[in-house]
């Protein structure tokens, strides 16, 4: 039997779904999406809802031990107090039912005392914007990773 033969019976099998011309166009249009969804990610600018990036002291909470931060995108960590009793973050009293505003203006890592933290530490990591291409590629699966981190677990009764 010849090779032609054989793939002629391959096409007209009752088993074949789909000619392979037609799965071939499949691959490559996943492929082109696949390939702007990316392009898009790297190249597209940066943008948030808000600045702020929320920190909640609630009762039997704790705070998470690092912050990310970036700046002209995200650079406002927004503290606010849903405990009854007050909590200190850095050099910050913050009262309960009280919402108070940090600001961060230059990139690096700060250090902040925290007594709701697992180790009664919080380092806030402020990012500089990063450059269109691979960094900003790299920011968004960073952030896309963190996000997914620290969804919150919720029972189904909750």
Known sequence: MSPAATMAD????????FPMNLIRRLQ??????????????????LR????????EFRRGASVPAELRLTLGVRDVLLLHNRDLSA?????????????FRLPFEQAGEFFFACDAAPDARV????????DPGWRRLRWR?????????????QGPDD
Do not use: C, I, K, M
């Open 141 to 153: 699966l960073g952030t896309l990773h963190d996000a997914l981190r620290n969804l919150p677990v």
């Open 48 to 55: 948030y809802p808000t600045r702020e990036l929320g920190v």
């Open 87 to 99: 909590h200190v973050f850095g050099q910050l009293r913050v009262l309960p039912g009280r919402v």
């Open 123 to 130: 380092v806030v990591r402020v990012l500089a914007q990063p």
């Open 10 to 17: 391959d096409v007209s099998s009752p088993y074949t779904f």
């Open 28 to 45: 490559w249009t996943l492929g082109a999406l696949l390939l702007a969804a990316l392009a898009w990610a790297a190249l597209a600018p």
